[in-house]
């Protein structure tokens, strides 16, 4: 039977650099076990598996295909992040390439399927909206932006049967005060209620005419 004796070191010390400029580092061996430190360029081949990895500068990603990301996940080798043309970042799952951000900022969906914006009620409307964010108020039950410091309804083109666009809707109470945004009329459809404790606020050289 084959005999195993057993090596005991707390430290290494290894020689760095080019004689005549030749030095010594000494390091804990349970620091390259436990939490090994690298410092300058580390190249891994293969596969690198770590509970936490910190990069204070720097990592580097082959960059990938939608195939095989550069960035993947265990278990899941195509999913993940890759860059096909210079400045641009695609998001691929199960081999296939959804999303790309380009250098310019620009977005593009490869989907046919759907984007499901935030749905919240009014109360749940951001506390400091920014112009062009869009969301589902689900207490209006319609689609919403934001432009020019208010909320207003998207998509309030015509309607009707079959593809008809001729019937311009609008509801018959104001339930929520309301600013007409600067340099804007508005028109509606009547008979208007404005609800108890609730102000439609028309400005100097604006209409809001009702027919």
């Known amino acids: 039977m084959a005999q195993f004796g057993e090596i005991r070191v707390d430290f290494i010390t290894y020689t760095t650099g080019v004689s005549p400029s030749e030095g010594s580092v000494t390091t804990s061996i349970s620091g390259l076990i436990n939490s090994p430190t690298f410092s300058g360029d580390v190249s891994v081949s293969g596969i690198f598996t770590a509970d936490t990895l910190v990069v204070e500068n720097a990592a580097y990603f ?3 295909s939608a195939g095989a990301p550069g960035i993947t996940f265990t278990g899941d080798s195509d999913t993940g992040f890759f860059t096909a043309e210079g400045n641009t970042l695609s998001i691929a799952t ?8 380009s250098g310019d900022g620009s977005v593009y969906s490869f989907s046919s399927g759907a984007i499901q914006i ?4 009014t109360a749940a409307r951001p506390s400091a909206g920014v112009t062009g964010m869009i969301r589902y108020n689900s207490t209006l ?3 919403e932006g934001y432009n020019q410091g208010d909320w207003a309804l998207l998509g309030g ?5 079959g593809g008809d666009r ?3 809707l609008n509801e018959q109470t104001v339930t929520t005060s309301y600013t007409l945004p600067s340099g804007n009329n ?4 009547g008979p208007i209620t404005i609800a108890d404790g609730v102000d439609v606020i028309i400005g100097d050289d604006q209409n809001w005419a009702i027919v």
Do not use: L, N, R
Request: charged content about 5%; glycine content about 16%.
């Open 118 to 121: 935030p749905t919240g009620t």
């Open 141 to 143: 039950a319609q689609y």
């Open 186 to 189: 508005a028109t509606s459809c």
């Open 166 to 168: 001729v019937f311009v």
């Open 62 to 64: 082959s960059s990938g």
């Open 94 to 101: 199960s081999g296939t390439k959804w999303w790309t951000v």
């Open 157 to 161: 083109g015509a309607t009707g049967s």
